[in-house]
């Protein structure tokens, strides 16, 4: 299956991944397949701290490993120097920027992608503001084709739903988190609270 074959099932994916998680990650693993990539790394930082909040890799790599990158390497990773300089919604390969001297020397490259059978990659700058900062990244092993005009312009196409469904995700979790809050005020109400709906149907009720 072609890659413009695959847009439509991927952005149904990606908006399924609004309220499942899998979904969401699915949705990126399948832009992953239609790239020939290993796999892809998704990272959310806090806007202003630049702490972890969120974090899926997918190809082969094990668990330790992933942890290692985000403790270790991260900090020196030199995709993320030029991440950073980024908008929200471009795309960029790190060919881009990266020559192959610096590639044949920097330890994420030497010691964590490439031994571990990825190493091209192709990463988005989903968003970049004062709460959420989001990158992914798509990768490809070292022998495979270089990251040509097709692909940008494949990413390209699905960018704005990436970067939509991301939004619409993060609200999701955020309305969960508030409900959650909210009904858990209610069971320290003293007093007997019921929440119903338009027909008068109870949804919830205290316990008092």
């Not at 330790?64 to 030029?82: F, G, I, N, S, W």
């Not at 330890?107 to 968003?127: K, V, W």
């Not at 939509?164 to 993060?170: G, K, N, Q, V």
Request: hydrophobic residues 45%.
């Amino acid at each position: 299956m072609g890659k413009l074959s695959d847009i439509d099932s991927i952005i149904a994916l990606l908006y399924d991944g609004v309220i499942n998680s899998g979904d969401w990650y699915d949705g990126l693993d399948a832009v992953a397949q239609a790239f020939g990539s290993v796999g892809f790394h998704y990272m959310a930082q806090d806007g202003q701290n630049a702490a972890l909040l969120e974090a899926m890799a997918t190809f082969e790599l094990p668990a330790a490993k992933v942890h290692e990158y985000e403790t270790h390497y991260m900090q020196d990773d030199p995709r993320m120097a030029v991440a950073l300089r980024q908008p929200a919604g471009h795309s960029w390969a790190d060919h881009d920027y990266l020559d192959k001297k610096l590639v044949s020397r920097a330890p994420i490259y030497t010691d964590l992608l490439i031994p571990n059978g990825a190493c091209h990659t192709l990463a988005l700058r989903i968003r970049a503001d004062t709460e959420r900062s989001e990158f992914v990244g798509f990768l490809r092993p070292a022998d495979a084709p270089l990251i040509d005009e097709e692909d940008r312009q494949f990413l390209q196409r699905l960018t704005p739903h990436i970067q939509r469904a991301s939004m619409l995700r993060t609200r999701m979790a955020e309305l969960a988190r508030h409900a959650a809050l909210g009904l858990s005020a209610l069971e320290h109400v003293p007093q007997g609270v019921a929440v119903v709906d338009g027909q008068g149907r109870i949804q919830h009720m205290n316990r008092v």
